[in-house]
């Protein structure tokens, strides 16, 4: 077999590269430095000003799928075109039109038409289709490789599980030949919609290399008001990161507790979360800087004595997973305070390495908040624990290796068929 014939894994994804997703970059890098050949298929342009470096060490080639089928006509019309005749047409169509009557959308229009681009452009040497998120690129990995008679995989996630219909996700956990999720919450929820799928757990897990160890000092007790206690937060600005809850909690700290909150991240309740810390009095003891690169994060979670995330259920159901921030904060010696919502209490263990509270609970957070503000050998003894907790259970490299080993088998299996 040449070069040219190398069995390759096609890894689809919603966007890439995104700066909110640097766990896909560094999975991307490390099934890549384990010797898996990627082509990473993107159903979405890049929108973020800036990349994390990790994304300039990524070797794989990105193909883009017509974002909006009216934006390529002549590309879906010609893989239409091509593909209407294979074996695998007639299946994909009835399968779809069943999706169709149940999800009558126009994002379900699409995923066909992305889907029909996708097989019809696969290079010969992909041998397997893998995909990150259950939702909508899951559907149109699916779609593809039904027509393409190719096998999918799955990796899953938070809003993908918690916002899609039963019907769908066991469907697809039905007829994928594997998925793998980050936390055990999903694990079990997924399993419990379809006991003969082979669902299993794959943390993130972090690259310690990215995050070396602080020589952090002890920090402000919030006593004096030219030492404020700095407190920072990473996440998107939407319903689920409990935002709003977050700056009722720091407008019933103690006048005399001195402090300052530092958040990264954009969303679509940027304008309206600023306008509610300003109704608040807090506009000068917050900072908004929008979404930053890795080396900006790394330098915030330097200069923070505490990191605080008040995660909850959002109406829609969306909801975190684990998200990847909080085993950042902890490499950096941070204590966390956070909320028992989803997975996160799978590292956050009460009193250890940080505290958790209930969400949407303004007054219980701001309590979590000034005990851990005031007391700065506290926090170093959690920020200890913190480090220790993320090195030991969460290191990248046990998931990396599970998740190559599944997929080489994969390939391999895919690549015996097809001789």
């Given at each position: 077999m040449g070069q040219a014939e190398t069995p390759k894994i096609a890894l689809v994804l919603k966007g890439y590269p995104r700066l909110s997703e640097t766990f896909i970059a560094q999975e991307i890098f490390g099934l890549e430095q384990r010797g898996l050949p990627i082509e990473i298929v993107s159903l979405r342009h890049p929108y973020d000003p800036a990349t994390h470096p990790i994304h300039g060490q990524i070797k794989a080639s990105v193909r883009y799928l017509p974002e909006y089928l009216y934006q390529e006509p002549l590309r879906v019309i010609r893989a239409w075109w091509q593909v209407r005749r294979w074996p695998g047409y007639a299946a994909l169509r009835s399968l779809w039109l069943k999706d169709l009557r149940r999800d009558l959308t126009a994002n379900r229009i699409r995923r066909f038409g992305q889907a029909l681009v996708l097989a019809a452009e696969l290079p010969v040497s992909?041998?397997?289709?893998?995909?990150?998120?259950?939702?909508t690129p899951t559907s149109v990995g699916r779609y593809a490789a039904l027509l393409a008679g190719l096998p999918y995989s799955v990796s899953a996630h938070a809003k993908d599980i918690w916002t899609s219909p039963d019907w769908e996700l066991k469907e697809k956990l039905d007829d994928c030949r594997w998925l793998t999720t980050c936390t055990r919450a999903n694990q079990q929820h997924l399993a419990a919609l379809s006991p003969t799928a082979d669902v299993f757990l794959t943390y993130h897990g972090l690259d310690a290399a990215r995050f070396p160890k602080i020589d952090r000092?002890?920090?402000?007790?919030?006593?004096?008001?030219?030492?404020?206690v700095n407190m920072v937060g990473v996440a998107r600005l939407v319903a689920k990161?409990?935002?709003?809850?977050?700056?009722?909690?720091?407008?019933?700290?103690?006048?005399?507790?001195?402090w300052r909150y530092v958040h990264i991240g954009k969303g679509t309740l940027s304008d309206q979360l600023k306008e509610r810390a300003n109704e608040l009095g807090l506009a000068d003891r917050i900072e908004w800087r929008g979404a930053q690169p890795h080396d900006k994060v790394l330098a915030a979670y330097r200069d923070a004595d505490l990191f605080v995330m008040a995660s909850r259920i959002a109406d829609d159901g969306d909801r975190d997973g684990l998200p990847n921030v909080l085993m950042e904060a902890g490499s950096q010696e941070l204590p966390v305070i956070s909320t028992k919502v989803s997975a996160v209490p799978e590292l956050i263990a009460q009193g250890e390495n940080g505290l958790l509270v209930s969400p949407d609970d303004a007054n219980e957070l701001a309590s979590?908040?000034?005990?851990?503000?005031?007391d700065p050998e506290r926090r170093r003894t959690m920020g200890l624990n913190a480090r220790r907790v993320v090195l030991e259970r969460f290191s990248m490299e046990p998931g990396l290796d599970q998740l190559a080993t599944r997929l080489r088998g994969e390939i391999d299996a895919a690549s015996k068929q097809a001789a």
């Open positions: 992909i041998r397997l289709l893998y995909v990150h998120y259950l939702h000092s002890l920090g402000s007790n919030g006593s004096h008001l030219d030492q404020p990161k409990g935002l709003d809850t977050l700056l009722d909690a720091l407008a019933r700290l103690p006048a005399d507790l001195h979590a908040i000034e005990q851990l503000a005031r």
